[in-house]
C-alpha cells in the first residue's frame, strides 16, 4: 500500500493535484494539516469530490468521520500516547464502523509493545527525509515484528524496493509526490515502481 501525506502547508492548484492523484490510483490520503482549525478542516475537505472522501483519513479532528464518508483516522504519536490506554472513553462518540484506525510510530520497540491493535502503522525516519531537512534515516529492519507497517521518510523510487526488504508492507510519501516538479507524475513513478518492486 502507499499511503499520501498531505503537504503541512497548502500548495498552489492542491485540490486539483489531488483529484488527478485519486484519479491515478491513490488509495490513503493523510489528510494532516495542523495549522487548520476544525472549519477550515471542513471547508478543504468539501472541495474534494465526495466519491474520494472514503480515501482520506484524517489527522486532527477525529469527529470529522461523523460528518463525512472518510476512510478512517490517524493517532500522532503524542495523541496515541496520551488516549490510546483508553481507547472505548475516546472511541465512543465516533463512527467508526468499518474505518481504519491508525498511528505514527518512531522506534520499532514502542510500535512492537503496542497493544493496541491499529490497522498499519507508520514507521519513520527509513532513509533520511526529503520533506524535513536533518531528518536523518534510520533503516529500520521490521521483519521480526508481524505487524502492517508502513515505511516513511525519504521514500522515492530509488529506496522503495529496500523498505520492502526491510519488512515493510507499505510507503508513505510526502517528499517524494509534494516537492516534485510534477507532483502527479512522480506519484506515478512512485506507484509503478512500488508494484513492480511487490511483484518481484
Known amino acids: 500500500m502507499i499511503v499520501l501525506i498531505a503537504p503541512e502547508n497548502d500548495i498552489p492548484n492542491e485540490i486539483e493535484i489531488l483529484h488527478q492523484l485519486f484519479q491515478e490510483g491513490l488509495e490513503y490520503y493523510h489528510f494532516r494539516k495542523p495549522d487548520k482549525n476544525y472549519q477550515e478542516h471542513c471547508n478543504y475537505l468539501n472541495q474534494i469530490d465526495k466519491k474520494y472522501h472514503n480515501k482520506i483519513v484524517v489527522h486532527y479532528y477525529h469527529e470529522l468521520v461523523n460528518e463525512f464518508n472518510l476512510k478512517g483516522i490517524h493517532f500522532q504519536e503524542q495523541k496515541r500516547?496520551?488516549?490510546?490506554d483508553n481507547p472505548s472513553e475516546y472511541f465512543k462518540n465516533l463512527s467508526l464502523f468499518g474505518k481504519t484506525i491508525s498511528s505514527s510510530f518512531h522506534d520499532p520497540e514502542v510500535l512492537n509493545e503496542c497493544y493496541f491493535e491499529f490497522?498499519?502503522?507508520?514507521?519513520?525516519p527509513?532513509?533520511?527525509?526529503?520533506?524535513?531537512?536533518?531528518?536523518?534515516?534510520?533503516?529500520f529492519d521490521v521483519n521480526s515484528i508481524d505487524k502492517t507497517i508502513i515505511g516513511m521518510g525519504g521514500?522515492?523510487?530509488?529506496?522503495?524496493?529496500?523498505?520492502?526488504?526491510?519488512?515493510?508492507?507499505?510507503?508513505?510519501?510526502?517528499?517524494?509526490?509534494?516537492?516534485?516538479?510534477?507532483?502527479?507524475e512522480s506519484f506515478k513513478s512512485i506507484k509503478k515502481c512500488y508494484e513492480e518492486s511487490v511483484k518481484n
Not at 500516547?81 to 490510546?84: G, K, L, Q, S, T
Not at 490497522?119 to 519513520?124: G, I, M, P, R, T
Not at 524496493?161 to 502527479?184: D, I, S
Open 81 to 84: 500516547i496520551d488516549h490510546i
Open 119 to 124: 490497522d498499519y502503522h507508520l514507521l519513520s
Open 155 to 184: 521514500i522515492n523510487t530509488k529506496t522503495i524496493k529496500e523498505t520492502l526488504e526491510l519488512g515493510f508492507k507499505g510507503v508513505g510519501v510526502l517528499g517524494g509526490v509534494w516537492n516534485a516538479e510534477n507532483p502527479v
Open 126 to 139: 527509513v532513509f533520511s527525509s526529503i520533506s524535513k531537512k536533518g531528518y536523518e534515516g534510520k533503516g
